[in-house]
């Protein structure tokens, strides 16, 4: 068990939706990363929060967007859905602000299917 | 840029056996790598990491790594692999250019009983 929580486990929904994933990092962590892993692309760096405040950006869709509160949560809000979202999504955290040779504490991914 | 190369998408081994799983990088500058296992529905979680020094890394589970800068590589080892080491594994690197985690497309180790 990481300590970092995701909710929900997983997600159904229907294309042109709109979804929110959820995200706890471990206690003490200031950043959250997000992910996106699918078959054909692989895991692909989605964005990062350091204590609440966007701090690098991959390839997020301007579809999606994500906010870190102060309780240092975070959300990934997913809209327009396509069937291609279809994917599992992960949460990282850690403590500073992408410090080189940090170690990122995975979440257990949602498992979001667009039908 | 930088950009992580997995050079096998399977690799599929008998138990008991060694494995190889083979991971090569480009960057120009001070890299730090890492080798992180995801188990079958779980998330990732770090089984080693090199930032400087030794460039033979021990990690988790028996595993180990090796840094060798002039073929830029860090190749993933265990001498004898059990049916528990079923998994993917993803190598990554960051430098000073980009602090960011570049990720590797992940290399199934698929344990043979």
């Known amino acids: 068990d990481s300590g970092v929580t995701q909710t929900p486990k997983h997600l159904i929904t229907a294309t042109g939706q709109r979804v929110t994933l959820r995200c706890s990092p471990r206690s003490g962590d200031l950043s959250v990363y997000w992910y996106q892993q699918s078959l054909d692309q692989g895991l692909q760096f989605l964005i990062q929060y350091y204590n609440g405040e966007e701090r690098a950006k991959g390839n997020i869709l301007e579809r999606f967007s994500a906010q870190q509160f102060p309780d240092l949560h975070s959300e990934l809000n997913l809209s327009s859905l396509e069937l291609g979202d279809s994917a599992l999504y992960f949460c990282?955290?850690?403590?500073?602000?992408?410090?080189?040779?940090?170690?990122?504490?995975f979440g257990p991914g949602t498992r979001l299917l667009v039908l | 840029a930088q950009s992580v190369t997995q050079l096998d998408s399977q690799v599929p081994v008998f138990e008991e056996a060694p494995v190889e799983l083979r991971c090569n990088y480009s960057?120009?500058?001070?890299?730090?790598l890492f080798w992180y296992v995801q188990y079958p529905n779980q998330g990732l979680q770090l089984l080693l990491k090199y930032l400087s020094g030794s460039t033979l890394v021990k990690g988790i589970n028996g595993f180990e790594a090796e840094f060798n800068k002039s073929q830029t590589s860090f190749h993933l080892r265990k001498p004898s692999v059990h049916i528990s080491d079923t998994a993917e594994y993803f190598c990554a690197v960051s430098d000073n250019s980009n602090y960011q985690l570049i990720w590797g497309a992940g290399t199934k180790l698929i344990i043979k009983p």
């Open positions: 960057s120009s500058v001070s890299v730090y």
């Open positions: 990282a955290s850690s403590v500073g602000d992408s410090i080189l040779g940090e170690t990122q504490y």
